[in-house]
């Protein structure tokens, strides 16, 4: 069964930073497109980034573009988001899995917090 493993979120102020990390075992992961999600409280999980299984092409939300990026180290079976300018609507709890439901993982990680402070 595989796992996923979210870490890196925590409190920040407005503007600041904050690199995220989900950790994926199993060696399937250098096969698959991978996507950062976000669920805000009452609201539904969306899909802000995601990344090829080469790491070369990369696609985001719009309300994310310019501020987020997404990479990845196949070696490592980690994929990452790193996110600058952050703002308060960015405040969610932050998951990784594959790009596609047809694809999902079917367990969830237990998601990293991210509260951004105005």
């Known amino acids: 069964q595989v796992q996923l493993v979210e870490s890196g979120g925590g409190l920040v102020q407005f503007g600041g930073s904050l690199r995220l990390s989900c950790a994926v075992s199993?060696?399937?992961?250098?096969?698959?497109?991978m996507g950062w999600y976000r669920q805000a409280a009452g609201k539904e999980r969306e899909l802000v980034a995601r990344?090829?299984?080469?790491?070369?092409?990369?696609n985001y939300a719009d309300s994310v573009k310019g501020r987020f990026t997404i990479s990845r180290d196949n070696a490592k079976a980690t994929v990452y988001l790193q996110m600058n300018s952050l703002k308060p609507e960015d405040t969610a709890v932050y998951y990784c899995?594959?790009?596609?439901?047809?694809?999902?993982?079917?367990?969830w990680g237990q998601g990293t917090q991210v509260t951004v402070s105005s």
């Open positions: 199993g060696s399937i992961f250098r096969m698959l497109a």
């Open positions: 990344i090829t299984p080469d790491g070369i092409s990369t």
């Open positions: 899995n594959t790009d596609s439901r047809r694809t999902w993982f079917t367990i």
